[in-house]
């Protein structure tokens, strides 16, 4: 869990599972959250069945031994506010207009000076 994905830099490249929500230094509203799998993480989803572990819904990933890419085209698990979303997609328009996030970062930095 990346709690500081945009204040901090953070090698994307090392990661295989990364969640994050919205809501940390970009202000959003909370509750929603992100979830990016690399293809290694996918892969492992397909080759592993856990025995005698059901999951809630919400964590299933895989359906008849094959990875689930409908929720990241779209398909939700559950129904998040839309007027959540689109305050994300303009938080997501403002970063990148100040610099995106090195800006974010020194931003960020600037903050924990005054404190």
């Known amino acids: 869990v990346v709690t500081s994905s945009f204040s901090h830099g953070i090698s994307m490249a090392k990661q295989d599972v990364t969640t994050y929500s919205w809501q940390k230094v970009l202000g ?3 509750g929603h959250g992100v979830l990016i799998l690399s293809p290694r993480a996918v892969e492992r989803l397909e ?4 025995e005698n572990r059901p999951l809630p819904k919400i964590f299933r990933l895989t359906k008849k031994g094959k990875f689930e890419a409908g929720i990241f085209k779209g398909a939700t698990i559950n129904t998040p506010s839309m007027l959540a979303v689109e305050d994300y997609l303009d938080a997501l328009e403002w970063a990148g207009s100040i610099g995106g996030v ?4 020194q931003l960020s930095l600037d903050n924990l000076a005054v404190i």
């Open 47 to 50: 080759s592993y069945t856990p």
């Open 102 to 105: 090195p800006a974010l970062k």
């Open 28 to 30: 959003g509203e909370g």
